[in-house]
């Protein structure tokens, strides 16, 4: 297009867009700062982070052996190093903006003229990079206490796959956050309440075939199910065990990212309007 | 027009007739919300603050400062009536009054711990765009400016409480703002570090014209050093409002005067009492210091007033003019009939 077509006021809505883009970066950076410092800082996480799920993982694979099915420690291990995102979304993000609130950050967010989405996105970036790492070093350990061997089908389908997981179970997290705030008390019991039963039927440390069409379709909400399933496929096609085509799971993660940014978006938006409306944000006793 | 052009030459906050009622929520069922009892924390506030004015907003606990507050930083939205902020409306220019303002309430815990002083700062000033050389030289100031230029490098949760206000100040000036909001931000802190804040807000104004401070506070003191106009807040209703030596000036009737004296004479008070101009008049003995308190029509009396206490044979060593304090304007517009009751609620 010649500049000249450009009319003023497309150069100040262009030049709006820049700086809210602009801004929004630099908040996610911000934002996702301390908590990839803090994984160096807080040396702690090696032993809760990594030494408990890898024992974990341990036992699993150990049963497996004494089945006399090794050949399925590897969906073991794959699944010990995917449950720490669970984990990180769950009580990192769900229940981060909960905790935001009771030190007065929550406040000081919101009154940034940057958007909370940013904040949350900034939240998660910062989460998925420290829970990398720490998803690493325990598909490591695993790997080679159960000499565990991946035969990659698609490394471009398998880190496909591994990134829609992520953003709609960051999405799912980001969601939940502004849900966590609005009824926290409900929702942190509801939580521990279902924390476990979520774990199982997701199948991490078995493949979710094995739990039935209906029960795998419903813990398909959540994107670990499919992702886990999509992964295992990409990495262990001699075990088969698959619930869906990675076809259909990648155009599932697909929908299921697509409804959960829709979802945090609008359900973030509504949280902050009744927070003006009613104050149950600003106020302690509210 | 861009939004922050609508109102050039507004004041930098004003509300009119703003009022805010809660609805407290009795419990919540996942089937619906059971309605709660109203509480009105706002009632019909209207207040005009130009730019460049350090203005004080006082009153007891549950007064309705901290909502007034959060209504001008886009927190919450008045039930009725109307805010602007630099001639902004809170209820349809949230983001461009957001860029202009920033806040520090008292006892503020807000950041990371696990960060240091710098970071935190650096944290909070990419949330308001600056840019990373933009803040570091900036936080590098305002660190300086409070006397924190050694803990730059210090973890937060290291930090004494005195300290982390003053990086809580910084936190909120590491954006520039134009509109600052201090909500009681030397509560709990001790005597150094309650100067060190007070007196970089009052420079901070100085730096820049039109930079303005609403504050509100308990301390009276802290009312009278720093601000140019106060007013008091009562059950949600502004109660009086003012430079501090009007509203002084409105509370006294009288003229008051004390004199001390070389001795005591019994005849010094009623003989005061008859003379001219003299309301009334109080002889004290403590310790051996005898002094007389006068409140006088109007302060012209108080020559025909020595005279008497001279023509007694009284010996006047010292006279002063007794002022009245901004507590006692307080405690005389607000009262203390229900002070417990108050002690107890919560900030609204």
Known sequence: MDMMDISPNQHVEGSQWRETLRLGWRTLIGRAYPRIVSAAREPDWVFYEVALPVLQVIA?????KSLGRPQYTGFVVLGGAMLAFWTNVLWSMAGQLHWERQTGN???YLMAP??????????????????LFRSIVILLIGSLIFGVTYQIVSAPLLILIFILTMVALYGLGSMLASLYLMYNREVWAIQEVVQDPVSLVTGFYFPVRALGGVIGGLASVIPLTLGLDGMRQMLFP????????????????????????????????????????????????? | MTATQLYPGAPAIQTIDVRRVYKSRSGFTFGGQKAGKSVTALDGVSLTIQKGELFGLLGRNGAGKTTLIKILTTLLSPTSGEAYVDGLDVNKYVI????????????????????????????????????SQA???????????????DQANQKVYALSTGMRQRMNLCRALVSDPEI?????????????????????VRSWMQEKPGRTVLLTTHYMFEADELCDRVAIINHGQIVAQGETDDLKKGLQEHARFQFELSEWAPAF????????????????????????QIALENEEYITSAMQTISSAGGHVLTLRRIEPTLEEVFMRLVGNSDEDKAAGEDEV
């Open chain 1, 60 to 64: 699993f694979g150990f049963v497996y």
């Open chain 2, 135 to 149: 803040a570091h030289k900036k936080i590098d100031q305002l660190l300086e400016a409070v006397g924190l230029g």
């Open chain 1, 238 to 286: 001699q075990l088969g065990q698959s619930f869906l085509p990675p076809g259909i799971e990648i155009a599932i993660l697909c929908g299921l990212a697509l409804l959960f940014l829709v979802g945090a978006s609008w359900s973030l938006k509504y949280i902050e309007k009744m927070a003006k409306i009613e104050g149950r944000l600003s106020l302690k006793w509210q």
């Open chain 1, 106 to 108: 929550l406040e000081l």
């Open chain 2, 96 to 131: 461009p009054i957001r860029k202009k303002i920033a806040m520090v309430s008292g006892g503020e815990q807000s950041g990371y711990g696990i960060l240091t002083v710098r970071e935190q700062l650096w944290m909070f000033a990419q949330f308001y765009g600056v840019t």
């Open chain 2, 269 to 292: 008070e009623e003989e005061l009492k008859q003379s001219r101009g003299v309301v009334s008049a109080q002889t004290m003995n403590k310790k051996g210091k005898v002094s007389v």
């Open chain 2, 180 to 200: 600052l909001f201090l909500d009681e931000p030397t509560v709990g802190l001790d005597v150094e570090a309650s100067r060190i804040v007070r007196d970089y």
């Open chain 1, 114 to 131: 940057s958007s909370m989405l940013w904040i949350l996105a900034g939240m998660a970036f910062g989460g998925m990079v420290a829970t």
